[in-house]
């Protein structure tokens, strides 16, 4: 079954400190990979997605990510946060399958807190 | 405005007592799914349609049922509740897919769920 790892519970930062965020997932096939965003009080948003192509992502509000394949990751960066960036964020996954097209289920990780400290 | 509803917000229940969570979209999604986030666990998703009449099954899906009979609404049915479904649930909807999968899923509010 596949499953995903969010290594970090939660992480404290200050503002302008860099950020990196890991995703690792077990499934040997094609996926596709997104990160969603929940800030405090509100819903999922997502952040970036990456279906093919370029294995940098870039997302909103300075948000990127490098899909590795060799290393089942797809980690989360950014380069300078802000105190608006506290949040929890999740990295999802959805096995494409072999004819193509994919299973309708999105696995998600248990999402990593983000807190920034002004 | 383009959004996802879901009634109700809040609902504190008693085990055993039938209840249906509503969702409803009106981006003409064809894509619609339930979610349920409780505490280190993240969200999990409980049950998926592809279209009218088409649902299947997500992660954790008992104890729920769904039903899909138009495009727009997607209800979540707790036949029978228990405690260990007091949770947080969202319901999301996508448009059509691309590769193969639904593109950006536009989440609901949520429903906190009570069960005494």
């Known amino acids: 079954a596949q499953s995903v790892s969010q290594h970090n519970h939660h992480v404290i930062l200050s503002e302008a400190a860099s950020l990196e965020l890991g995703c690792n997932y077990s499934?040997?096939?094609?996926?596709?990979l997104f990160w969603y965003v929940q800030y405090p009080g509100q819903h999922l948003q997502l952040l970036l997605k990456y279906f093919s192509g370029d294995p940098l992502v870039k997302g909103i509000k300075g948000f990127e990510a490098e899909f590795i394949k060799s290393k089942f990751s797809f980690n989360l960066r950014k380069p300078s946060v802000q105190w608006s960036d506290t949040a929890e964020y999740f990295c999802?996954?959805?096995?494409?399958?072999?004819?193509?097209?994919?299973?309708?289920?999105?696995?998600f990780g248990k999402g990593t807190k983000l807190s920034v400290k002004p | 405005e383009a959004q996802v509803t879901q009634n109700p917000r809040y609902l504190i229940t008693v085990t055993g007592k039938k209840l249906t969570v509503t969702c409803s979209q009106n981006m003409n999604h064809e894509y619609m799914s339930w979610y349920r986030q409780d505490p280190g666990l993240g969200l999990r998703q409980i049950y998926y349609s592809m279209n009218v009449e088409v649902t299947d099954k997500g992660d954790v899906p008992e104890g729920y049922k769904v039903s899909r009979k138009e495009k727009r609404n997607f209800p979540l049915i707790l036949e029978s509740p228990s405690p260990n479904q007091t949770s947080l649930y969202f319901c999301a909807s996508s448009p059509r897919w691309v590769s193969g999968f639904p593109e950006t899923q536009y989440f609901g509010p949520g429903t906190r769920l009570l069960v005494l």
């Open positions: 499934y040997g096939g094609t996926v596709n």
């Open positions: 999802a996954v959805n096995a494409v399958m072999n004819y193509g097209g994919s299973q309708g289920n999105l696995i």
